[in-house]
């Protein structure tokens, strides 16, 4: 299963617990084998993340089954004319009506949501597992499941409330599953190339339209502040500059040499 693979590459441990059938048993041997099923069946529909379908459907299954017995106890209130004269049997039955239906209306509300989870997480996960860059285009996950962009960005936003997208965030404004990896990446791309404009030289050039003189970055390109013209500062150029002024600097140390040189020979 995609959603089982998804979890596995995350290096999230198997946490399947107890059958499903085992749980069923349980349940008939009322009241404390029926209270451990409860108890084991919502916390495989609240902590379990391996079978979210599976175990949404037998949620949904147990729920119903619990409700319908719920409902039984609540006809004998109802229709039997003996239980409703003694009192004391009836506020019994209404107990076991309210023990099983209530339980059971929200087996079904979980299992129903747990399953929803797992069937949107196993539509998105394999566009997570096969992604190399970090970065996931929502339009393309809608387009290739057949869903509306606003659908898929709310089923996204659900799982990744739920926790079962660790480190992705969605964004809406650039229409991307993010993960912090890219994040972080993109954010340490930025900061170095910050620290490389920074020493970046400032060259002033004159523009060959109007002639104003405009504060260029080596190796960047601005429109000039008078008239709009494009001026680039050629990093090649400023390297050129800058190896000139060397050779004049050896010149000059050579001719201070050999001046030395003929004012010890004269002397």
């Not at 229709?79 to 929200?106: N, W, Y």
Request: charged share 20%; proline share 3%.
């Amino acid at each position: 299963m995609a959603e089982n693979q998804y979890f596995a590459e995350l290096g999230i441990k198997d946490d399947r617990g107890l059958p499903w059938w085992l749980i069923l048993i349980a349940c008939f041997f009322f009241p404390i084998g029926y209270a451990i099923g409860l108890i084991v069946a919502f916390r495989k529909l609240g902590r379990e993340k391996y079978d979210m379908v599976r175990n949404g459907k037998w949620g949904i299954g147990l729920g119903i089954g619990v409700f319908l017995v719920g409902l039984f106890f609540i006809s004998l209130v109802i229709t039997d004319e003996q239980v409703v004269k003694a009192s004391g049997v009836m506020a019994c039955i209404i107990l076991f009506a309210v023990i099983f239906c209530l339980p059971g209306a929200r087996l079904m509300a979980q299992g129903t949501k747990y399953r929803k989870l797992g069937e949107s997480l196993r539509l998105y996960a394999p566009f997570i597992i096969n992604n190399q860059t970090g970065e996931c285009s929502l339009d393309t996950m809608a387009a290739a499941c057949n869903q509306s962009y606003e659908t898929v960005c709310g089923q996204l936003e659900q799982l990744i409330k739920a926790g079962l997208l660790p480190n992705w965030f969605l964004n809406r404004q650039t229409h991307q599953l993010i993960s912090s990896m890219a994040i972080a990446k993109e954010r340490t791309t930025q900061k170095q190339r910050q620290e490389t404009d920074g020493k970046k030289a400032v060259i002033a050039l004159k523009c060959p339209n109007c002639g104003g003189v405009n504060n260029v970055r080596e190796g960047e390109s601005q429109p000039c502040e008078y008239c709009g013209t494009v001026l680039t500062c050629e990093k090649t150029k400023q390297d050129q500059s800058i190896n000139t002024e060397k050779v004049f600097q050896d010149v000059n140390e050579m001719m201070d040499k050999m001046s030395d040189m003929m004012d010890e020979m004269f002397k």
